[in-house]
């Protein structure tokens, strides 16, 4: 099983870039997946969450307005769309799926809900 995250870069302030997180090996149509995000010396911590069929989504204050997170069943695929970013977006941004959580509008947002993790993908916003 695994989930690849892709579409960093470097970015300057108030641009936009659009994350993808591919599943392979079993899919997590039915299941929450969520973005985190660790910038260097902090905690990884929750950006966005969606719950299995998309109708329900959650951010962290500070990305609230800015990022969309959205996904494609049929693609196995989750995506993060990110706007007017700003110097403190830049982390390793990681997408994650919870195995245990099916059919659900309930997203977790501790990183222990969730059991499949990507390899991160390096965003860089310059100001």
């Known amino acids: 099983v695994q989930l690849q995250a892709s579409g960093g870069g470097l970015v300057q302030v108030g641009g936009s870039l659009r994350l993808s997180c591919a599943a392979s090996?079993?899919?997590?149509?039915?299941?929450?997946m969520g973005w985190f995000r660790q910038a260097p010396g902090k905690e990884r911590e929750f950006v966005a969450g969606?719950?299995?069929?998309?109708?329900?989504?959650y951010y962290t204050d500070s990305v609230n307005g800015r990022f969309a997170i959205s996904r494609d069943n049929a693609k196995n695929t989750v995506y993060l769309q990110m706007n007017n970013l700003k110097p403190g977006d830049t982390a390793v941004y990681y997408c994650?799926?919870?195995?245990?959580?099916?059919?659900?509008?309930?997203?977790?947002?501790?990183?222990?809900?969730?059991?499949?993790w990507g390899q991160g993908t390096q965003v860089t916003v310059s100001s």
């Open positions: 994650a799926a919870a195995g245990l959580v099916y059919y659900s509008d309930w997203v977790p947002k501790l990183k222990t809900g969730y059991d499949y």
């Open positions: 090996g079993r899919t997590f149509s039915a299941n929450s």
């Open positions: 969606i719950g299995w069929n998309g109708g329900s989504t």
